[in-house]
């Protein structure tokens, strides 16, 4: 069997200026691990992270008719034939039902990292180590923590190696 080979004598390692004795096994490393995208606040109506302020309503319509400024707020693609979740107050506030459901953390095939999902308010913005386009900060972006990749949701989605 191989495993740890690292040895702690258990007076030195349950030291008060060492251990706070409280247990940490099994619990989560990462703040979004656990987190789910949305809340769910009653039948087709979420309370999505992206959009906190507002309601989203489901809407399961795929027979619309094409609107070139209708995008989605993570994957900036046009919303058409897709099934969305769109704001209950803000008219241009929609999602991809297939971006809303996108979890919090994810661990990419060709990334070493876990990358998390966030939206960050400030000014200024990023350029997607995938694409090289630039990359809205108010929109979902994964973000490694460790090596600061920053990703479009679409290119995360996508077949792109990183």
Not at 31 to 55: M, P, R, T, W
Not at 85 to 114: E, G, I, W
């Amino acid at each position: 069997m191989v495993g740890c080979s690292y040895g702690v004598h258990p007076t030195c390692a349950t030291r008060k200026d060492i251990w706070d004795g409280k247990e940490l096994e099994g619990t989560s490393e990462d703040l979004y691990e656990d987190v789910e995208s949305y809340k769910e606040i009653s039948a087709g109506i979420i309370q999505h992270f992206i959009h906190q302020n507002h309601h989203m309503r489901l809407d399961e319509e795929t027979d619309r008719a094409f609107d070139e400024n209708k995008r989605c707020q993570a994957c900036a693609l046009p919303i058409f034939n897709d099934i969305i979740y769109h704001c209950m107050q803000c008219d241009n506030f929609v999602l991809h039902q297939t971006c809303a459901n996108q979890p919090r953390k994810k661990q990419h095939a060709t990334h070493p990292h876990s990358l998390s999902l966030r939206v960050d308010h400030e000014k200024g913005w990023f350029k997607c180590t995938a694409c090289e386009q630039e990359a809205d900060p108010e929109s979902g972006l994964y973000m490694c923590n460790v090596c600061n990749v920053t990703l479009h949701i679409n290119c995360v989605l996508g077949d792109i190696i990183l």
